[in-house]
Each structure stands twice: as C-alpha cells, then as structure tokens.
C-alpha cells in the first residue's frame, strides 16, 4: 500500500479483510493517515436495499476513513444512476455545520458489488464553532463585506444569501459565511467565504462556468463546417441552401420556445409563434434562440440514447442572445446565458453544447472544478463533447475545432482545438490558464476517440467510437469529485471502461493517456 505512516492494528485487519474479498483491490491513503480510494470488485451484504447496504459497509470500514462508525458526522446528499451503477454521496459535517467538499462516495454497480470508494473526510477539525460563531460576525454583516467588496449597489440580480459552513484551507480550518453573490452589468457571479472570527475573505470562487413539436431552422453545427469554407466573415450573407429544416420536439404548444429540456425564458424579446414555426435567419436574435433550442434539446435526447436517462434530465433555462457578454453557465441558477458581441455565441452549436456540458457536469459531480487541472478539465470536457458530438457534420470537415464561426479571426480560427500536441506536466500553465490547459484535456479524449475508431474510413465504425468515447466520458464523469484532477480522470475513464465493456482495448485508451503523460 506505500503509505508513509503507520497503521493502526484495526487498520490493517480491515485492509487484508479488503483483500481477502477482492485479491486486486487497491487501496489508496493520504496523508491524513486514511483511505482516500478504494478500486476493486468488493461484494457487500445485501441488507434490504442498496443504501442500506451500502452504510453498513462504511459503518464496518469506519476505522479506514476516519469516519465515526455510527456515520453520525456524515449526511447523505446524492444519490444518482449511470449504466447499471448506483452512486452515492455523503457529505461531511462537523458539529453540524458541513464542511465544504469534504465527503465519503460509494460506487456500487447492479450486483451490489462496490467498484470504487471516494473518500476526502477531515477526521480532526480543531473548531469550537459555537464559541467562534457567539463570538464572531454575523451573517448579515458577512452579506454587507461581500457587497462592498465587488461595489455591488445596484449590479444585484438578487438578494445575496450566506449560510455557515467550514473551510478548510492549507491545512488550516476556518468557520466562514459562505456568501453567494449575482451581479449584472457585467454579468458575475461568485461564493466568497468569509472568516466569522474577523471578517476577512478567505477566498472567492467564481462560479460562472463561461466559454458551457414545431418546426425551424438551424446551422449544424455552423455556416463554416456547413460551407466546408473557413472564408466566411461576421458580415457574409449566407445562403438559404445552408440553413437545415429541423423538427423542434418536446414544445410545450404556448408558442414559446419551451419545452421539456430548454426554456429561451431569459432572452430579451422572445419568439412567440402560435403556429410553431420557428423560421429566422442569422442577424435575428429569434434564431439564436431556435439553434439554443433544438441543439440542447436534440443532444439531450442523444444521450439518453446512449443510456444516460438522468443526466440534466430538466429544463433549462437559457438566455439565446445577451449583448455585450461572454456565454456562462450559472450554477447556481441552473440557467445558461449565451454572449453576443461581434458574432453570437449561439450562432455556433459547438458554443451551445460547450456550455450545456457545463449543466451537465454539474449535475453529475456538484461545483466540479475546485482545483486547476479540475477547471480545465471542465473546459476541455466541454470542448471534447462538442466536436465529437459533430464529428460527423460536413463529411467531417474542420472536426478537431470548436467554435469556427464563434472563433473566426483568432490566431486558430475556432474557439480551441481538440488535438494539440500539450504534454501534462510540462504544457500545464496553472493558476488563471484553464482554458489553454484544457486543451490537454481535450486532446486526450479525442485521442482515445481515434483510437477506438474515430479515424477510421468507414463512416460506421467512426459513429461507433463517437458514441462510445461520448458514454465513457459521461459515465467516468460520475466517479470524480470537486478535487478532481487530470490523473483523476484518466483513472474514472479506465473504470467506466471496465464496466460498461469489460475492459475492451484497455491498452488503446490507456495509451492515449499515456500520449498525454497521465500514466
């Protein structure tokens, strides 16, 4: 097991007890003296249902991650389904109050075996917080530092709100108002945590996620994968013969574009056709607000196809065309704004599904994204999704950029590409780069993509490999935790593999890894 402390005696029982369950079991600690993972195949006793199964084994195996073994410090929060896998969350709470991305998450599959164990719990927060909270600052008064300190004054979309929480922070713990604020004008949005004891901000996260039956008409996915021309400019007029006639399914018949899965409730000057034909051209914000529409709704229904019954299975709101701003993804609203500047974000369906993948992220692991590699592993994520999901479009002209239309005249022609030759350690730029680190990201998927198939002639196998790299991406999605990083994730699509194909061409997608200098 290589860990650098010593174990207890009740410790090690439980490990070899793991052992002698799963002979491959892999048991991994951290520096707290705890087990951070377990990977294995590890049959538990079936006690009434699944849930109860599984707090029965945590109870058992408390001694390994810290936790009290009547899990009277841990809550249940999640529980959500992938292909034939259950996955279950709890989160972390000292003397009532939760401590933030600290949780224990169980993984088990449709036999009750458990495949993976995710475990980051505090076993000693050294905190009175009744005395620190008797003594400290209000919540009222956390909410009035929060509003000076971004000049909020009339930029507030609504009321700011805190709620107490503990906040670990270079090995130290602080009792903190977590304060969530929305503003406008430009649009932001962020959770400060504020120390109770003194006032002071201990960190601030912003948490805009930026660049995630009728009948109208489209771009798939947009004018220059359509033209297969990169010439185009902003002020081309493009020809009736490139806008495609789609089907807008799911409408609720209000003559809004409404429906199961999308709501355009946001966009200024809303589409309203009775007859529910949704006919525009570009230029017109009503068709940025079609493109929202049938894009999100007809990539929700493709991954439902894939098997994914659950994954932001709602309606989300969405702002087709706000002037004057980037495209965002609110997490705390659950809402998706699309920019509009010298080109609208929504004119390009690569943009929409890139801020979609956002929702959908979070919706399968909750503020993902804590870390660096975490941030560019959203973005990259995002990007990945988007140009596979097109792959096919224009006989797969310009397939490895996302974004060409909303991209056109950056140095790349396109937002960012899927297949840059970034190296992880030594491509990886950090702090404020997620983004350009991304594309490490993104590179790896694509490659595991090609390597399933992706570059074959034979259009068949291509569309195979899509729909296979896209469900590994979304099923490994639910094994990462906000602490996620690159390495991470390359372990989460290796699992997911061995699940949902019983490890098929392992060797093909650990080498793509491998390529990237994650293994």
């Known amino acids: ?222 004018p220059i994968v359509a033209l297969k021309d990169q010439s185009p400019s902003p002020d081309s007029d493009i020809s009736e013969d490139y806008y495609i006639p789609v089907v807008l399914r799911g409408l609720d018949g209000s003559g809004f574009l409404r429906g199961e899965y999308v709501d355009t409730c946001d966009t200024p000057v809303r589409a309203y056709e009775t007859s529910l034909l949704f006919y525009y051209k570009r230029g017109d914000s009503r068709f940025c607000e079609v493109m929202a529409y049938y894009h999100i709704d007809s990539f929700q229904r493709f991954i439902q196809k894939l098997g994914f019954k659950n994954i932001c299975n709602r309606q989300v709101k969405v702002n087709a065309c706000a002037e004057g701003v980037g495209s965002y993804f609110d997490p705390d609203t659950g809402a998706i704004t699309y920019g509009s500047t010298r080109i609208p974000d929504a004119e390009d369906a690569d943009i929409i599904i890139h801020e979609y993948a956002h929702a959908i992220m979070e919706c399968q692991t909750h503020f993902f994204g804590m870390t660096d590699e975490g941030s560019a592993m959203e973005q990259g994520f995002g990007d990945f999704l988007a140009a596979c999901y097109f792959s096919e479009e224009g006989d797969g002209f310009n397939r490895e950029c996302m974004g060409e239309w909303s991209g056109i005249g950056n140095v790349l022609n396109c937002v960012r590409r899927v297949d840059s030759q970034k190296y992880y350690p030594e491509d990886f730029r950090g702090v404020g780069n997620c983004d350009s680190d991304s594309e490490i990201w993104s590179a790896a998927l694509w490659d595991m993509y090609l390597a399933l198939g992706g570059n074959s002639k034979e259009k068949d196998k291509r569309i195979k490999s899509r729909d296979r790299s896209i469900r590994l991406v979304l099923q490994s999605n639910f094994f990462l935790n906000p602490l996620s990083g690159f390495i991470d994730g390359a372990e989460a699509i290796i699992m997911a593999n061995k699940h949902l194909y019983k490890g098929k061409d392992e060797g093909k997608i650990k080498g793509a890894f491998i390529k990237r200098g994650f293994f």
Request: hydrophobic share 35%.
């Open 1 to 222: 097991m290589g860990v650098m402390f010593e174990l207890t005696g009740e410790q090690e029982e439980l490990a070899e007890r793991l052992k002698n369950l799963d002979k491959d079991v892999k048991i991994l600690w951290n520096r707290k003296g705890v087990v951070s993972m377990i990977d294995g195949l590890i049959t538990i006793p079936v006690i009434r249902d699944i849930d109860e199964s599984v707090r029965h084994f945590l109870m058992e195996y408390s001694a390994l991650f810290g936790i009290r073994n009547d899990l009277s410090d841990l809550k249940f929060t999640t529980k959500v389904y992938g292909i034939g896998t259950s996955h279950i969350r709890y989160q972390q709470y000292h003397e009532d109050v939760p401590v933030t991305c600290a949780f224990t998450s169980v993984h088990p599959n449709e036999k009750s075996r458990i495949i993976m164990v995710k475990n980051n719990y505090h076993p000693v927060i050294p905190l009175d917080t009744k005395g620190i909270l008797e003594r400290g600052i209000p919540k009222e008064k956390a909410i009035k530092i929060v509003n000076s300190f971004f000049n909020a004054g009339t930029r507030l979309k609504r009321d700011t709100s805190a709620e107490l929480v503990i906040y670990p922070k270079d090995e130290q713990y602080y009792l903190a108002w977590k304060v969530c604020i929305s503003l406008k004008r430009p649009s932001e949005g962020y959770h400060v945590y504020v120390n109770v004891e003194d006032g002071k901000v201990i960190n601030k996260i912003n948490i805009f996620k930026r660049k995630t039956i009728g009948k109208g008409r489209v771009f798939i996915p947009n």
